[in-house]
């Protein structure tokens, strides 16, 4: 079983930056594609990034230049920094993980297996 808990969320100023974490615990981290995902109020939820063990990456266009992912596969963590903070990034973040089926990444939530509680990132105006 996957178990993923994200951490890192506040609330921050417009132009400021924070960092999300996420552990996971399981088997065969390296098995997995992670992901970011974010669901402001009254939103769907909305793909954000995500990575491969190898190191290939996808980023939704609305984030590109201002976000970055990182896993650390020694300690079975991904990161997102998250930069340049604009108000509408304003939402919860969820970790995602996903088992490695075929050659390409997915930006869809219903590809990915297992998910985290989510965390919550404001930012002011």
């Known amino acids: 079983q996957v178990q993923l808990v994200e951490s890192g969320g506040g609330l921050v100023q417009a132009g400021g930056s924070l960092r999300l974490s996420c552990a996971y615990s399981g088997r065969a981290f390296s098995n997995y594609d992670m992901g970011w995902f974010r669901q402001a109020p009254g939103k769907e939820r909305e793909f954000v990034v995500t990575?491969?063990?190898?190191?290939?990456?996808l980023y939704a266009d609305s984030v590109k230049g201002r976000f970055a992912i990182s896993r650390d596969n020694a300690k079975n963590t991904v990161y997102l920094q998250m930069n340049s903070l604009k108000p509408e990034d304003t939402a919860v973040y969820y970790c995602?993980?996903?088992?490695?089926?075929?050659?390409?990444?997915?930006?869809?939530?219903?590809?990915?297996?297992?998910w985290g509680k989510g965390t919550q990132v404001t930012v002011s105006s």
């Open positions: 995602a993980a996903r088992l490695v089926v075929s050659i390409s990444i997915s930006s869809r939530p219903g590809d990915y297996d297992y």
């Open positions: 990575m491969r063990w190898s190191g290939k990456t």
